[in-house]
């Protein structure tokens, strides 16, 4: 069965520094699109970042662009999202999901546990 594993949140003052990743438990990780979402506290989840298969096309939501960047390594079955210049604003739960199509869409088929990012002084 596929899954999900984020890893790599934590403390972070504001305008430091996260890099999360996210391991696919079953090869290739290439057949899937990847998606990263935030869930602040007392909100709905957000998607962040999407990223196409084959790593060709990447989507920013407007909060983040210039600030975060997704990757992947289909040879590491792992993607990644590069969070930069940290804002309070970007507290919470950071799930990394997948589906079975070459980019993103409405629905994704399978979601991590996530992982908490908390950037406060």
């Known amino acids: 069965q596929f899954h999900l594993v984020e890893s790599g949140g934590g403390l972070v003052q504001p305008g430091g520094s996260l890099r999360l990743a996210c391991a696919a438990s079953?090869?290739?990780?290439?057949?899937?699109?990847i998606g990263w979402f935030h869930q602040a506290p007392g909100k709905e989840r957000e998607r962040v970042s999407c990223i196409s298969n084959s790593g060709i096309s990447t989507t920013y939501a407007d909060s983040v662009k210039g600030r975060f960047t997704i990757s992947r390594d289909n040879a590491k079955n792992t993607a990644y999202l590069q969070m930069d210049s940290l804002k309070p604003e970007d507290t919470g739960v950071y799930y990394c999901a997948a589906t079975f199509a070459w980019i993103c869409g409405s629905e994704m088929d399978y979601w991590g546990n996530g992982t908490l990012v908390t950037v406060s002084s």
């Open positions: 079953e090869p290739p990780l290439d057949y899937y699109a």
